[in-house]
């Protein structure tokens, strides 16, 4: 008799898809981001996966979805405040258009370098954007990297401001990053990551501005010919959750997760420094590449911009240009 009901119990594992060793996990949550498979998202996101799976002894389960394969940026945002959406990695920009005070992160040269970015948003500025994400249901788990960012088009080089006017590219989806562009002479169109190859492609747009290790992984310079290194902005990379589905975890589990996003933080940015050359080298067999010969130019420009912001920001900006 025992030996039929352990036959039977392990016929109905079987059917029904139970597991027969092990325990299943408690909570399972889905990270959507917008990247390629080899971009540095996705590295993290295993690593973030790994880690968040082995603390919580399998209880938590994190599944990784890749290339907008949940939707674009802006849609996972929205369905992180309404509860529909789990877990993203997204940029500041996008955040801007849903949190005010992340715009400053997104304006021309506000930060020195990386050391001066990672103190800016480890320390009390990076608290306080937290707690503004919260009041607008999005926790912020921890602040990812995405480097400075490069302009690459179809024209010309660009070396200086001068040289963006006319042309029509590409740009983060925040007000700023629109103004930013706007400033500079250039037609700023916000569109969404999964649409930009097609575009450039289709010639519908000339060019495009995101990080090098984008360029790359997206496999822009199949459709571009030149790539100028501007760094004219940076972009810090949230890790977010939705706060309706983190209020409905157990504190432990928001302790794990919350702790071990801000714990591969310095790694995330790590990546990118070390990873920054090797890409740019690696585009400079595939794309003609320089450096920006009147970064200045560019800089006088944004002095145009900070006027328009110093009204409403004024303290802000102040904190993180201070910051040593």
């Known amino acids: 008799m025992r030996i039929k009901n352990i036959f039977a119990g392990l016929i109905a594992s079987f059917i029904l898809g139970a597991p027969l060793s092990g325990n299943a996990a408690d909570v399972t949550l889905k990270l959507g981001h917008n990247a390629a498979p080899d971009h540095v998202y996705h590295a993290m996101a295993l690593k973030f996966k790994d880690a968040v799976e082995k603390r919580s002894n399998g209880a938590i389960e994190i599944k990784i979805f890749?290339?907008?394969?949940?939707?674009?940026?802006?849609?996972?945002?929205?369905?992180?405040?309404?509860?529909?959406?789990?877990?993203?990695?997204?940029?500041?920009?996008?955040?801007?258009?849903?949190?005010?005070?992340?715009?400053?992160?997104?304006?021309?040269?506000?930060?020195?370098?990386?050391?001066?970015?990672?103190?800016?948003?480890?320390?009390?500025?990076?608290?306080?954007?937290?707690?503004?994400?919260?009041?607008?249901?999005?926790?912020?788990?921890?602040?990812?990297?995405?480097?400075?960012?490069?302009?690459?088009?179809?024209?010309?080089?660009?070396?200086?401001?001068?040289?963006?006017?006319?042309?029509?590219?590409?740009?983060?989806?925040?007000?700023?990053?629109?103004?930013?562009?706007?400033?500079f002479g250039a037609l700023a169109t916000p569109m969404a990551t999964g649409e930009v190859y097609s575009a450039l492609q289709l010639g519908t747009i000339d060019g495009q501005e995101n990080s090098a290790g984008f360029v790359l992984s997206q496999k822009y310079y199949e459709v571009q010919k030149y790539l100028s290194i501007t760094k004219h902005q940076h972009n810090v990379e949230p890790l977010i959750i939705s706060k309706m589905v983190y209020m409905?975890?157990?504190?432990?589990?928001?302790?794990?997760?919350?702790?071990?996003?801000?714990?591969?933080?310095?790694?995330?940015?790590?990546?990118?420094?070390?990873?920054?050359?090797?890409?740019?080298?690696?585009?400079?067999?595939?794309?003609?590449?320089?450096?920006?010969?009147?970064?200045?130019s560019f800089v006088r420009v944004a002095a145009s911009i900070y006027k328009d912001y110093e009204a409403k920001y004024g303290d802000m900006i102040k904190a993180i240009a201070e910051t040593k």
């Open 248 to 296: 409905g975890l157990k504190p432990e589990y928001q302790q794990i997760l919350r702790e071990e996003a801000d714990r591969l933080a310095p790694e995330a940015r790590r990546m990118v420094m070390e990873k920054e050359d090797k890409i740019i080298a690696e585009l400079k067999t595939k794309i003609a590449v320089n450096e920006a010969s009147d970064p200045d």
């Open 66 to 183: 890749p290339a907008d394969q949940l939707g674009s940026q802006r849609q996972l945002v929205e369905g992180a405040q309404l509860g529909t959406t789990d877990m993203v990695i997204t940029s500041d920009s996008m955040l801007s258009n849903f949190i005010d005070t992340f715009q400053v992160l997104n304006l021309p040269f506000i930060f020195r370098d990386y050391d001066h970015m990672a103190k800016v948003m480890d320390g009390p500025i990076g608290d306080g954007l937290r707690k503004d994400a919260d009041k607008k249901g999005i926790v912020v788990l921890g602040y990812w990297e995405n480097g400075f960012r490069a302009i690459s088009n179809s024209k010309h080089p660009i070396n200086k401001a001068d040289d963006l006017k006319g042309l029509k590219l590409r740009t983060s989806p925040g007000k700023l990053a629109v103004a930013t562009f706007q400033a």
